[in-house]
């Protein structure tokens, strides 16, 4: 069993659709990240958070500590939205171990 | 540029021969990390460098993989006797201290052992 699990693996949206991706974990952690990956492309950084909610543009990500659940969110979706989202954990003392998930394949459709 | 630099971005090698893959930081940072990406597979953790401690590599996947870190910025990650199974993406990241910060990840090197 993953450490990290995301669902779903895969997800079609029509453009302007409310997205979300979810990401459960199963060890106890420093901070949760969460990655996007486009077709041929690096990987940027979207959100690390540890509490709460974070907001940035149409992208809000969620994490609940207690039910080790955490959620991505794209409001109002773009085609330039399709990639790839990776949830990551990391853990140990000084945060430096890393889990991740096998990613969620997000498509837009015009 | 300001982001982490990787190099080359792509790598064809014939099996049995030896690669060195390079990455650049971002200046200031002081947590290093390669990570593996096979086709259609998640993120595999090798090796982690933080300032000067000594590296992590539990994930290091065999004594023909090794990597170094001089004066805490540019990283060499070797692979000697290249096999088939080594063709992945080879991926970079550095942050500011360690997981507390954002990852910054390099466009990662793509090879492939023929």
């Known amino acids: 069993k993953n450490e990290v699990e995301q669902s779903p693996q895969n997800l079609t949206a029509q453009e302007g659709e409310f997205i979300t991706i979810n990401c459960s974990y199963s060890?106890?952690?420093?901070?949760l990240h969460w990655l996007q990956q486009h077709p041929g492309g690096g990987i940027v950084s979207l959100f690390m958070?540890?509490?709460g909610k974070k907001k940035h543009g149409r992208l809000i990500a969620t994490i609940n500590i207690q039910e080790k659940h955490s959620s991505l969110h794209i409001t109002a979706s773009h085609p330039r939205d399709s990639a790839v989202y990776i949830c990551?954990?990391?853990?140990?003392?000084?945060?430096?171990?890393?889990?991740f998930g096998t990613g969620t394949s997000l498509t837009v459709i015009p | 540029g300001a982001g982490v630099s990787q190099s080359p971005s792509n790598k064809v090698t014939e099996k049995g021969k030896d690669v060195e893959l390079r990455c650049d930081p971002i200046?200031?940072?002081?947590?290093l990390y390669w990570y593996r990406q096979s086709l259609g597979q998640g993120l595999e953790f090798l090796i982690y460098?933080?300032?000067?401690?000594?590296?992590?590599k539990s994930g290091l996947p065999s004594d023909r993989f090794s990597a170094e870190r001089t004066g805490g910025s540019v990283s060499t990650l070797t692979i000697q006797r290249t096999q088939q199974e080594d063709s992945a993406v080879y991926l970079c990241?550095?942050?500011?201290?360690?997981?507390?910060?954002?990852?910054?990840f390099g466009n990662g090197t793509r090879l492939t052992v023929t």
């Open positions: 460098f933080q300032g000067n401690s000594a590296p992590d």
């Open positions: 958070l540890s509490s």
């Open positions: 060890v106890g952690i420093s901070a």
């Open positions: 200046s200031g940072h002081t947590a």
């Open positions: 990241a550095s942050s500011l201290e360690s997981a507390y910060s954002p990852l910054h």
């Open positions: 990551a954990v990391s853990k140990g003392a000084t945060g430096n171990q890393f889990y």
